[in-house]
């Protein structure tokens, strides 16, 4: 469905996406998952247009994007980061809009509103005016514009983005029943929960490269067995450096100022690297494990957490 | 694509109208509160009411009659009375507190019944300048007046003086006799005071209709110049709206969909076009209605033409102003001050006759001078679509460039 080859971006000078190439096939949510200013929102900027690429293709049911953008952009929704709707209308007002944006009118665009306010649990409040809206309310009726034409592929951009935990489930819901519906969808979110529950495959970007892409198992099959210890506190790089031959299989995987990341296999317990870490004159003022899941992916790719 | 984007902007515009119908009806309060204070009827109330005391010592039907006519009629608009003693008057006058004192003496009526000369007092408050003078005056034609009235029914007077005088009741002839001598009096008085009279009110209906035509050719003249600087400031209030859809991230959602750049940019002129003639068209319908303005059939279709005109310039003038500017607060700081600055050059803030001469000279070069001169030559001075050649081609021209230059110079900007 959407194919992007060695797509590039970069902002005065600064490479803001670097040649990157995914493929997201017909039906499946491929999940973008990284901390922001990796390059999502500037990716899908250039998906849909908003945004002209320096370099690289990208192809849209198997057609160049650049070429014929009006036709192909029918097929295209977008769910932008922010709220983008008009606040002074109403819900109803502004789905309309939306609709007869992209051709649709008369009964076929006034059932396919009531259809959207009921899902979305709007349909009570479908006359007041957005601007009364609670945040999650607006988040619902943001995505229901983005959904109103019945899109082949959905870009969606970090659609949960500041609102309460039950307005999220509702939202996360309602992007499973979408794709199960049989839209196609790029979801972009720095939640490592959301991608793990909702996509069926998924790329890590940070600073504008792909560092890995795949199935969710193949991916975390990148950590292998181990959990990741982080530890901050006070040490010196030697000792630091030479903790790890104390340990069997002990992998130090980054290294700053004031905070040491090492990979140890499940097979070892944690005592044992605390007990060590003391030895070597450790003074240990916090200390986080990771089991194996794609935040310890990341961790292992970037040497850095992804809300870091 | 274009009619989607304009009726959402009409909508979002007209969903809560009253930011609207306030910008409408701040140039017919402006117009009305200019008119009040220029208006020539209304100049004659600027001047302050004569304070005029009056101490009627005879206290008869004559005395009365004349003390009590500064409360009749017109002179009722310029003076203001109140009776008194002469010790109370006397002290007001020297306190400032009123402008004049007039005294009838004891024996006033007596003496005019018997056509003895008697004096009235005028005592002038020395500290005003103007309102004694109009005392006096006045009280001088009225003494004259009275003299004349008692001279010329000198006979019925005699008659009626006997009686007077008699103290007792008057016989049927008696009476029958002064009533003959009362209508023969009326009867040669007839060619000098009825056909002067019937004159008076023929030139009083004319005055008035001269004062009420100059009185709506103002507010007309007033209407036509605040109308141009208000649509100025409403279409500048709709323009900002770019910028908002910008800053909302409605603009770039709506480019993700199936619009391109110059269709919404088209939609937004449209849309300030629009808007600019709904604000126009309602100002103009109130005004009429208001100010009682009259249009010939040929005179209104040239005042709507020319104001379609007016209304594509202006949108042309706005347009271009936001190509110029970065943001909307940039925009909306700055615009004020040009549409105050074009208005009062252009004539539209104060007629063009009240500014200095050189202003005078490059007024020309302000587009709202084409707006406004051109609207009050059509309203005050019926000119015809020969007569205002030269402003029809100034503003299709500035219509054609300025609109043309802030579609692709927008068009640029929002390019992708």
């Not at chain 2, 910008?246 to 849309?271: A, D, H, Y």
Request: overall charge neutral; hydrophobic content about 45%.
């Amino acid at each position: 469905m959407l194919k992007v080859e060695n797509l590039s971006k970069s902002f005065n000078g600064k490479l803001a996406v670097d040649h990157i190439s995914f493929q997201v096939e017909k039906g499946e949510i491929f999940g973008f998952l990284g901390p922001n200013g990796a390059g999502k929102s500037t990716t899908i900027n250039m998906i849909c247009s908003l945004l002209k690429p320096d370099s690289g293709l990208i192809f849209i049911d198997g057609i160049e994007t650049s070429s014929t953008r009006p036709q192909l952009r029918k097929k295209l929704g977008v769910v932008p980061q922010d709220v983008a709707l008009y606040y002074e209308i109403s819900a109803e007002e502004n789905l309309r809009f939306w609709g007869e944006l992209y051709g649709m009118k008369g009964s076929q665009l006034g059932k396919r509103i009531k259809e959207l306010l009921l899902f979305f649990g709007l349909d009570e409040r479908a006359r007041d005016k957005v601007k009364n809206y609670s945040g999650g309310m607006r988040r619902r009726l943001n995505l229901a514009a983005g959904i109103i034409h019945q899109p082949e592929l959905l870009l969606l951009d970090e659609p949960t983005v500041g609102i309460d935990p039950q307005a999220r489930h509702h939202i996360l819901d309602a992007v499973k029943q979408i794709a199960k519906d049989g839209t196609t969808i790029l979801y972009t979110t720095h939640y490592m929960d959301e991608a793990e529950n909702l996509c069926d495959r998924l790329a890590i970007i940070d600073h504008g490269r792909i560092l890995t892409s795949g199935s969710q198992e193949s991916i975390t099959k990148i950590v292998g067995e181990n959990r990741f210890l982080k530890v901050s506190g006070q040490f010196t790089a030697e000792n630091a450096e030479r903790l790890p031959g104390d340990i069997k299989e002990l992998t130090l995987i980054s290294l700053q100022d004031k905070e040491v990341v090492y990979s140890l296999p499940m097979k070892y317990g944690t005592g044992e690297f605390i007990e060590n870490l003391n030895k070597s004159g450790f003074i240990i003022e916090n200390l986080s494990i990771k089991e194996p899941s794609l935040d310890s992916v990341f961790i292992k790719l970037t040497g850095r957490e992804l809300r870091d | 694509m274009i009619g989607t984007l304009l009726r959402k902007d009409l909508i979002r515009r007209f969903y809560n109208p009253s930011g609207f119908i306030l910008l409408v009806s701040l140039p017919l309060i402006f117009t009305f509160l200019l008119g009040s204070i220029f208006r020539p009827s209304e100049k004659e109330n600027i001047l302050p009411k004569v304070n005029l005391l009056i101490a009627d010592r005879d206290s008869s039907f004559v005395s009365r009659m004349l003390g009590g006519a500064f409360g009749q009629g017109d002179l009722k608009k310029m003076f203001e009375t109140q009776n008194v003693d002469i010790s109370t008057g006397t002290q007001m006058i020297e306190e400032g507190k009123s402008s004049a004192l007039l005294i009838f003496p004891d024996g006033f009526q007596d003496s005019l019944l018997h056509e003895k000369q008697t004096n009235i007092t005028l005592i002038k408050n020395p500290s005003q300048a103007f309102s004694p003078k109009i005392a006096e005056e006045v009280i001088k034609i009225l003494c004259e007046g009275t003299d004349r009235i008692f001279r010329i029914g000198a006979k019925p007077l005699k008659s009626f003086r006997i009686l007077y005088d008699g103290h007792q009741r008057p016989t049927n002839p008696q009476i029958s006799s002064m009533a003959v001598e009362i209508n023969a009096l009326f009867a040669g008085m007839d060619n000098y005071i009825f056909p002067p009279l019937i004159e008076l009110k023929k030139e009083a209906l004319k005055k008035q209709q001269q004062e009420s035509s100059a009185t709506q050719n103002m507010l007309t003249y007033l209407l036509a110049g605040i109308v141009v600087m208000f649509l100025l400031f409403i279409i500048d209030t709709m323009a900002r709206d770019l910028f908002t859809e910008s800053e909302n991230l409605t603009l770039q959602r709506i480019l993700t969909g199936p619009v391109s750049v110059k269709q919404f940019i088209i939609s937004k002129q449209l849309f300030l076009f629009i808007a600019g003639l709904l604000a126009y068209c309602l100002v103009w319908m109130a005004g009429i209605a208001l100010f009682r303005i009259r249009f010939a059939l040929y005179q209104f279709l040239l005042f709507f033409m020319f104001s379609v005109l007016v209304i594509a310039s202006i949108t042309g003038i706005i347009g271009f102003f936001y190509t110029l500017v970065k943001t909307r607060i940039q925009g909306s700081a700055i615009a004020p001050v040009i549409i105050i600055v074009f208005s009062a050059l252009g004539g539209a803030m104060i007629p063009l006759n009240a500014l200095p001469p050189f202003l005078k000279n490059i007024a020309v070069f302000s587009p709202v001078y084409w707006c406004v001169d051109g609207l009050q030559k059509i309203l005050i001075e019926q000119f015809g679509l020969a007569q205002l050649m030269p402003h029809i081609i100034i503003l299709v021209s500035l219509t054609l460039l300025l609109n043309i230059a802030a579609f692709f110079m927008f068009a640029r900007r929002f390019r992708i």
